[in-house]
């Protein structure tokens, strides 16, 4: 399984786009980028996902580098309710595979 | 949709009693169920994956005999932590993956139970 860098935390501006980074340089063909953030004391939530093309939903955006070694979950418009850990998780789509959680990074959302 | 519940979100049992943490799938099918246990700063770990009808596997480094995960419905599944001591205080979440679906992101995790041994 590839393994991904994130950094431990980050501050961000309420109002301001929070750009969260994650580093995954062995990733193989097959892996797709996900991404999940967990507010304090309840489960994750599922935010957004990728191969090798950008995408976008409700929540959030999500930048794939073209050699796919690196990823940046962005939220355009931060606000308190974004505080959280934000993982980002590598894995195959085939069925056994199960979702293993790192360290993630910690976001903290200013007013 | 795609709501998971936990019962209960908070339970207090003393030393070497068992407690069991219900999973419930509300509005969709669940084969496939997972147990996470979580301590404070820490990640989540996984515990072990149960699929309906089926025996759980468990994680290297899990009792299963201390941890019992029962999956007996397609929408619930039961975690029991036997004989319990301060140590397993934890938060213990688990997540349900849509039955017949097979993408990894088609898993949606319940809130939590905080669980505190005294």
């Known amino acids: 399984d590839a393994k991904t860098t994130q950094p431990p935390s980050m501050d961000c501006a309420e109002g301001r786009a929070a750009n969260l980074p994650c580093n995954h340089s062995?990733?193989?063909?097959?892996?797709?980028v996900y991404w999940y953030r967990q507010i304090h004391s309840q489960g994750p939530q599922y935010i957004i996902h990728?191969?090798?093309n950008n995408e976008t939903n409700e929540m959030a955006s999500l930048i794939i580098t073209e050699d796919r070694k690196s990823s940046t979950l962005i939220l355009p418009h931060a606000t308190l309710r974004d505080t959280a850990v934000y993982y980002c998780?590598?894995?195959?789509?085939?069925?056994?595979?199960?979702?293993?959680f790192g360290a993630g990074t910690i976001l903290r959302v200013k007013s | 949709g795609a709501v998971v519940s936990q019962h209960p979100s908070r339970v207090i049992c003393k030393s070497g009693t068992s407690v069991k943490i219900e999973c419930r799938s509300l509005?969709?099918?669940?084969?496939?169920m997972f147990w996470y246990r979580q301590f404070p700063k820490k990640s989540l770990m996984l515990m072990a994956t149960?699929?309906?009808?089926?025996?759980?596997?468990?994680e290297q480094g899990v009792e299963k005999d201390k941890f019992l995960i029962n999956h007996a419905s397609l929408t619930l599944s039961t975690l029991t932590v036997t004989s319990a001591h301060p140590e397993d205080s934890s938060f213990y979440i688990c997540?349900?993956?849509?039955?017949?679906?097979?993408?990894?992101?088609?898993?949606?995790f319940g809130p939590g139970t905080r669980l505190t041994v005294t």
């Open positions: 997540s349900a993956r849509r039955a017949g679906r097979t993408s990894l992101w088609e898993q949606y």
């Open positions: 062995t990733i193989s063909g097959n892996e797709y």
């Open positions: 990728g191969l090798k």
């Open positions: 998780i590598v894995r195959g789509r085939e069925y056994g595979n199960k979702l293993v």
């Open positions: 509005d969709f099918q669940a084969t496939t």
């Open positions: 149960s699929n309906e009808g089926s025996k759980a596997t468990y």
